[in-house]
């Protein structure tokens, strides 16, 4: 790995500390930083180098290992407000120090993990003080108009989710964001697609020769893709009131395990056909009316959340929602996909289920059909893996059917669950792969169904379902898949 400098804006954030540094900690002890690197924390509160990386080896407990005091000699800090340019101006000069330092103009990514109002702000100064060009503003100067300098390629911005409240908002913060940064520059993150289970998703369909031609409307029934937490709002009130389930986490995480599922194969490995098809699986998804909101969508707030701290005590917010969608393509036309997401539920389980369809051959009928068709289960967390129910043979002298279950875990398989998301995140956007991150016109087509919900939702007069602290959502969830004849696997 090259020379880098990793600034990251809220550097005092719980973001900052509890996943980023632990994710650049980690892949510093696997070897996989390089000789050279800067990570700068970029905050309001006064700190100095030390004092900074002291405070993030108190709170990550590592202050007595060896290798995290090593590591923190890479860590500095720059205090600074996000609406007021002297901050960004020390920066520069931090910066062009760094460059001075190894002789040449080095990769500065530049990390908003900061509460999403101040992202304008941020842009905003970046680019009033040409750090967005990098390499140095005098040098953006210098080569100003010259042939053959891109000075794009020294800079990189990372931004996580949320990407704006509705699609004119989340389409109003991407010009925002293409009038200062170009696209390839651009990381958007949804830790998701860094999940080892994610990524699977594309080895497992299409490096194996038999689940393609079964996965369409021929062989698969219906498809349910679960996103349950355990644990409620905790500390982050303020944030997730205002935000609610449908924009914290369906419309990120819930839509993107959706297009592993329904996207076709790409054309290669690379980042534009890659996003290419998770584009068009999720451009597919058939419009929402109003009606269809009323019908098809459900929300849900668990009891008890009004009181929790910093939420208002007469929050609409939902805390759960669920949702049938259909695709129109050839592949999925009629199958329906039903997702769900919700907070406080029975346990912490986040898998897609695809239901093959039901058949009962005529050599079996009369030892008993099965009741469900074939069922994959890809578990993407905890208990990573991927389990297919069959019929098999009861053993015994009698001719009995039985569903079983063939079963791949990736801790029994590679004694591990594999890398950490954010790690994979962080290495990508320094090694510049863009592949697992939200183009523009993915997140606009996201953006589009889940503000058809939000409209939908704005007129519905009526009250909020409530569910059961420690349950699987309000009934309406479940009668939302029962009037379908199916139930939630
Ligand atoms: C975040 C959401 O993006 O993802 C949180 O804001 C949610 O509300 C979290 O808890 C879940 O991520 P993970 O990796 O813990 O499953």
Redesign the pocket.
Known sequence: MSPFVFVIFGATGDLAQHKLLPALFSLYKDGQLGQKFYIVGFARRDFTDEAYAHMLGDELELHKDEVWQAFAKNIYYQQGFFDQEHGYQELILKLNGFDAEIGACITRVFYLATPPDNYETILQNLDATKLSEGCGPAFAEAMAGKQGVDLSAWTRLAIE?PFGKDLNTARELDRKLSDVFEEKQIYRVD??LGKETVQNMLAFRFANSIFEPVWNNRHIDNVQITFA?K?GIGT?GKF?DGVGMLR??AQ??LLQLFAAVAMDQPKSFTKESVRDERAKAIKAIRPLTREDVLKNIVRGQYSGYMQEKDVSTDSRTETFAAMKLFVDNDRFADVPFYLRAGKEMERDL?EIKVIFKQTCHILFKEYGCPELGNVLTIRI?PDEGITLRVMAKNPGTKLALQAVDMNFSYHQTFGHHGVD?YEKIMLDILKGDQILFNRSDELDYSWTLISQILEGWTTDAQSIPTYKKGSWGPQEAFDLIEKDGRTWL
Do not use: L, T
């Open positions: 989710k830790h998701y937490e644990k982050r997730f914290d986490v990120n995480h986040v967390q998301a």
